[in-house]
């Protein structure tokens, strides 16, 4: 006899001696069954399931199941099956497999709730747990710090979207994707001989430059810049050294950035120095070419094209400041910028560039009609240090979300709590532009309420924007009223020549007109006199206007100052030394080392390694080089000096 069915004999006789515990088995584990019945039995679940080596009967249960396996394929393949037979011992097999599996499972669970709710836990809960408990006693105080409410509004209401820092994408939603920037034909090739001028543009770029060798930014450096993206026509270079780094972090959750520079940079800075002193505006641009991406050169060419008339010249070379300082910002900021917790030490020279170079573009924006990239720049420099405002943003900022089409941002901006205690002196034009914010949005009483308190509170403001206006009938409630401080002046002058554009329509002026007239002709206010603080001194100076100048005391105006940094803070940080070190064989001051003749200038480590650097010894070719299109021996950049002073 085989011992197949040997063993078939023994199961037989041990049922016989058992029949209730087999009724207790149909009877308990119907549903069971059931399930076992639809899912073909596997030999290797049970080899899962018996983890416990120690438990004989797991073993036994697991032995006889695996018998009864093998029975069953033996007894398929010989006959074929039968309703009561061949069916219903492999059942009984499976219930008592499954029936000692559940008394494990029972087990376990057992187990899990002798020990606690907490051993059963999971690593990542387990970790949960433990952060909760720490922060209990202050070990992670940060997670459970409760900003107030007032700087949360503040942050959301400053947080910087990017794409709305690209005047390209203003003017597409405005005239369309065919106004993209197009790019610039070469010149036509001419068969005369002798030099010919090109423009300061044309010099600048990537055809000319000595370190780039002809060839244009490409690839993710034209898109990947949370300020700026690149043009393929500017010349494929480093950074020179300019680098970001964190400065702590404050209790209120914003973060604190620097930007710093290394030896190479710091180097070229007492280059550009030098260049400044010698007053030569050749020697300028020629030292552009060689370092292309440095931010006080870039901003002191800009302003020379700007002087010259080219405003075209000097808002692409502004736009290359932002872009340079766009790659190499820290890889946090664009998040922090973006949630309006970046912030900028304003003490420090290098974050001083940027201010400069963002404040001269939001102009350079206004002059192009980009008023909303333009808003959204100032909102970026006013979250950069909402505290200090440096540059005084408040001053324009309305006018700025007027022309823009950000009436509701700019109502939801000026009523935050935060802001308000930020403010050290009183700004009459948001409290005249609110009302205009209001009437743009359709507010009919809160628009006639607001102008009617900004008449009764700034008379004097009003009979000029009247006069300005040219608006015959002055109403009795403004009749007469002049300014009687020089800070009532100074607030009158600075609101009527940014804002008289802005009312010069028929209906803002009818609505000027008719709350006017319904004001009554109250008492005298009383004198308001408080000096013109240096930031707002800054912010005049910075908008070149000659008739704001003259309001400017000349305690202020005879400060220190150069055109890359105007009216620098008393209590500047100043990280490294412009001045060129002295030596033994140094020539006098007033003489001019030429950066391009001595070994000062060598170029540093950068992060961009794949990109080309400047060489002091490199000189300027007076052709194109090999890499793009052969030119005749008349196409050379001359004639910049003279392109400078036509």
Known sequence: MSSRALRKLQREQERKKQPDSSHAEEDDGDEEVELAQKKPFNAFDVLNDGGDDSTPELLHSSDEAVAA?????????????????????????????????????????????????????????????????????????????????????????????????????????????????????????RRGRGPQQIDLGGALAARYSPVSKGQGLSGLALRRNVFMNGKEEWPKATSGGLGMETDGVQSNGTKKYRFVHNAAYQDVQRQFVSCVESMDPERMILMLQFNPYHISTLLQVSEIAKQQGDHSVSGDLLERALFSFGRSVHSSFSTALAEGRARLDFRRPENREFWLAAWRYVANLGQRGTWRTAYEWAKLLLSLDPEGDPYCIRMSIDQLALRGGQAEHFLDLTSTLQLQRYTRTRNPNIEISKSLAEYKLKHAQECRASLARAVS??????????????????????????????????????????????????????????????????????????????????????????????????????????????????????????????????????????????????????????????HPSAEIPSTPPETTAPADDDQRPWGILAVLNR
């Open 69 to 189: 396996a093998e029975e069953e394929s033996a007894d398929t393949e010989r006959a074929p099956p039968q309703e009561n037979g061949t069916q219903l011992k492999p059942r009984k097999k499976k219930k008592r497999k499954n029936k000692a599996t559940r008394a494990k499972t029972n087990t376990s669970v057992e187990k899990e709730e002798t020990n606690g709710p907490g051993d059963g836990q999971d690593e990542i809960d387990a970790a949960l747990a433990s952060l909760s408990m720490k922060a209990q006693d202050g070990s992670y105080a940060i997670s459970n710090v409760k900003h107030d409410e007032a700087d949360l509004q503040m942050c959301r209401l400053l947080a910087v979207e990017s794409r709305h820092l690209n005047a390209i994408n203003e003017m597409k939603r405005l005239f369309g994707n065919v106004t993209g920037e197009e790019e610039t034909p070469s010149p036509a090739r």
């Open 457 to 614: 509170k700034y008379p004097f403001i009003f009979a000029r924007l009247f006069k300005e206006l040219n608006i015959e009938h002055i109403p009795p409630s403004i009749w007469g009223k002049e300014p009687r401080t020089d800070r009532e002046t100074f607030e009158c002058e600075t609101y009527v020549v940014g804002a008289k554009d802005i009312w010069n329509t028929p209906e803002h002026i009818q609505f000027l007109v008719e709350v006017t007239e319904s004001c009554a002709r109250g008492s005298e206010t009383p004198l308001y006199e408080q000096d013109i603080q240096l930031s707002e001194a800054r912010h005049v100076l910075l908008s070149n206007n000659p008739r704001l100048i003259g309001l400017v005391p000349r305690s202020l105006t005879s400060m220190p100052s150069t055109a890359s940094d105007p009216l620098p803070p008393n209590d500047s940080i100043n990280s490294y030394s412009i001045d060129p070190p002295a030596s033994a064989h140094a020539p006098p001051p007033a003489a001019y080392i030429d950066p391009f003749e001595s070994d000062n200038n060598a170029s540093g480590a950068d992060t961009d390694d794949d990109l080309p650097t400047a």
